[in-house]
Every structure is written in C-alpha cells, then in structure tokens.
C-alpha cells in the first residue's frame, strides 16, 4: 500500500493522484510510465531479439571500456603534479667523496713520508706528494661535481616539464573521451525502453542471449524477465 508524500493518506497502487489532496502519487507515475514504455516496445522474433542483444553487448562493451579509460585517467589527474619549483641539486652532494679520497691520500703520503725520514729526497717527494695529490684530488672533484649537478638538474626539470605535458594532454584526452561518453550515452537511450537499469551492461546482455540461444527464452523480453 502507498502512502501520499504530501498528506499521508493511503493510496493503491492504481492512484495516480491523491483524493484527498491531489498530489502526484510518484511511485503509481513512474508504474506508469514503465507500463507504457514496456507498451511500446516493440514486437521481436527470436532472431530480432538475438541481434538486439548481440549489439546491446557490443555497445555496452565499448561504453564500460570507455568508462574504465575516463576513471583511469581521472585517477592519474588526481594524483598531485609537480608544483612550481623543481629540486635542484647542489654541487656538494657529489663532491663530498672527493674529500674523503683527498684526506685519504694526505695521510697515506704523510705516513710513508714519516717512514722515509732517514732517505732526505723520498721523504721530500713523500710530503710533495701529501701536498699535491689531495689538491688535484680536490680539482678533478669540484669538475666533475659540477657536470654530475648540472646533469641532475636538467634531467629534473626535464621530467617536470614531461610530466606537465603528460598532464595536459591527458586532461585533453579525457575531455574527449567525456564527449564521446556523451553521445554513446545517448545512442544507449533506445535501449531504455526494453532493458531495466540493473540489466544494462554487457554481462547481463550476454546471459540474455545464452537463454535465447538455448532455447530457454523465446524473445528478449522473455529472457529479460529471466535474468
């Protein structure tokens, strides 16, 4: 029994309108409606009803490919991009090892200089070399620190600047994807009339037509009420 939204009195199931207050009795209209549309449907054979639901399949497939491919996308979109400032790397970061080996070489040399004390020109050539390596060590370090940052740096912008791109040209692949959802959608509308709204989708679609095919539904409405 159906209750009237507006006043509470009691309605059955053939009211369309309310006595007492003459409100629209909604789920008696949307009976109605789904009387008429099932009314207006068309007549099938059984082989109408196969090919209706062979493309029902094929349209429903595309549309839940082409929904799966919008959420993707909107899913990447979600996710943060990169923001206004790109990570730049400091020459330090890789000159640091070069400090390690230039102290390493100090001490070595200094310790064989010390060795060497009772030969004069070995022990001079020891504490020259002290001197000497750790400041080369030092030099070919900062150089190649230096290219080691500016490399980093530029493959940093770089992915940034892929990423940005990346993004636009997903925004602009979802756009149209949107618009062609849009018309499938429309095109899907004619199916309305014929298969209920838990039934639209390719899997139910590919049931109906086992039934018709086993011979257990003789036309799509049959194999519908089935499902």
Not at 5 to 32: H, M, Q, R, S, Y
Not at 61 to 74: A, C, S, T
Not at 76 to 90: A, E, F, N, T
Not at 153 to 158: C, F, I, M, Q
Request: glycine residues 4%.
């Amino acid at each position: 029994m159906a209750i009237c939204v507006n006043c509470g009195t009691e309605l059955t199931g053939e009211d369309v309108f309310c006595p007492k207050c003459g409100a629209k009795n909604v789920i008696a209209t949307d009976a109605v409606s789904e009387a008429t549309a099932v009314a207006a449907a068309p007549e099938m054979t059984k082989e109408e009803s196969i090919a209706f639901a062979e493309k029902a399949v094929t349209l429903y497939k595309n549309y839940e490919r082409l929904k799966k491919e919008i959420d993707d996308n909107r899913s990447q979109l979600s996710k943060p991009g990169p923001d206004g400032m790109v990570k730049q790397y400091s020459a330090f970061r890789f000159f640091w090892p070069y400090l390690i080996y230039a102290a390493v070489a100090l001490n070595v040399f200094y310790f064989f200089a010390r060795l060497s004390s009772r030969s004069y020109g070995m022990a001079m050539f020891m504490l020259l070399a002290a001197l000497v390596v750790p400041v080369v060590l030092l030099i070919v370090g900062g150089v190649s620190a230096r290219r080691k940052r500016d490399a980093s740096n530029e493959l940093a912008v770089r992915a940034v600047n892929d990423r940005r791109r990346h993004l636009d040209e997903l925004k602009k692949e979802t756009s149209m994807l949107e618009t062609k959802r849009i018309r499938m959608a429309a095109e899907l509308k004619e199916y309305e009339a014929i298969i209920p709204a838990s039934l639209r989708n390719s899997s139910s679609m590919s049931k109906a037509i086992i039934l018709l095919k086993s011979n257990k539904a003789e036309t799509i409405y049959q194999a519908i009420e089935m499902l």
